[in-house]
T-cell receptor, first 114, second 117 residues
Framework: DTAVSQTPKYLVTQMGNDKSIKCEQN?????MYWYKQDSKKFLKIMFS???????INETVPNRFSPKSPDKAHLNLHINSLELGDSAVYFC?????????????FGDGTRLSIL | AQSVTQLGSHVSVSEGALVLLRCNYS??????LFWYVQYPNQGLQLLLK??????LVKGINGFEAEFKKSETSFHLTKPSAHMSDAAEYFC???????????????FGQGTILTVHP
């Protein structure tokens, strides 16, 4: 049973397209996150939701729009894809939005922009 | 503001040798510290964490780390490396309470560990 699952695992598309990445967690956690890992493996938080409410929004272009239909799901929609969006996107979840709570990560979605 | 510096982007050891991966952090409030491991084409897996209490924390797969406030360090060690330890390791920090960093994990740039037979 996968705890945090992301789909698709690979996404190859052209510049200017719109795409979505889905994330689901079956851990019963209240908080979910999106991270971006660039080509140098640097990981940076993008968004955090707690009980479907946006908590953290790190200076991310508004082409990126997270949506949380319920606390087990956090999807990421990206409009007008650019070359610089090529990266691995990780979804994560934690029990609560408390700093001591470890985050559980999905296996990532590898986005390549042609 | 908080930050993490991992000294050495690549560390190479022989099987059976000591593993030492260095992590220094900067935080304006008391930190919570984490080590994660990432195997190829996989997500991050928690190795261990320090929140409060004992400064020497033990994690999975025989790893441990010691929080040294005076040195702002949280180095990861393992007495004897195994081939299966080859992976990339990330140190991360967040704030223990309040502030703009609350709930946010800030990661170091990662250290790739290679284990030679």
């Amino acid at each position: 049973d996968t705890a945090v699952s992301q789909t698709p695992k690979y996404l190859v598309t052209q510049m200017g397209n719109d795409k979505s990445i889905k994330c689901e967690q079956n851990l019963g956690h209240d908080t979910m996150y999106w991270y971006k890992q660039d080509s140098k493996k640097f990981l940076k938080i993008m968004f955090s939701y707690n009980n479907k409410e946006l908590i953290i929004n790190e200076t991310v272009p508004n082409r990126f729009s997270p949506k949380s239909p319920d606390k087990a799901h956090l999807n990421l929609h990206i409009n007008s894809l650019e070359l610089g969006d090529s990266a691995v996107y990780f979804c994560a979840s934690s029990q609560e939005l408390t700093s001591g709570d470890p985050q559980h990560f999905g296996d990532g979605t590898r986005l390549s922009i042609l | 503001a908080q930050s993490v510096t991992q000294l050495g982007s690549h560390v190479s050891v022989s099987e059976g040798a000591l593993v030492l991966l260095r992590c220094n952090y900067s935080s304006s409030v008391p930190p919570y510290l984490f080590w994660y491991v990432q195997y190829p084409n996989q997500g991050l897996q928690l190795l261990l964490k320090y929140t409060t209490g004992a400064t020497l924390v033990k994690g999975i797969n025989g790893f441990e780390a010691e929080f040294k406030k005076s040195e702002t360090s949280f180095h990861l060690t393992k007495p004897s490396a195994h081939m299966s330890d080859a992976a990339e390791y990330f140190c991360a920090v967040t704030s223990a309470y309040g502030g703009t960093s609350y709930g946010k994990l800030t990661f170091g740039q990662g250290t790739i560990l290679t284990v030679h037979p």
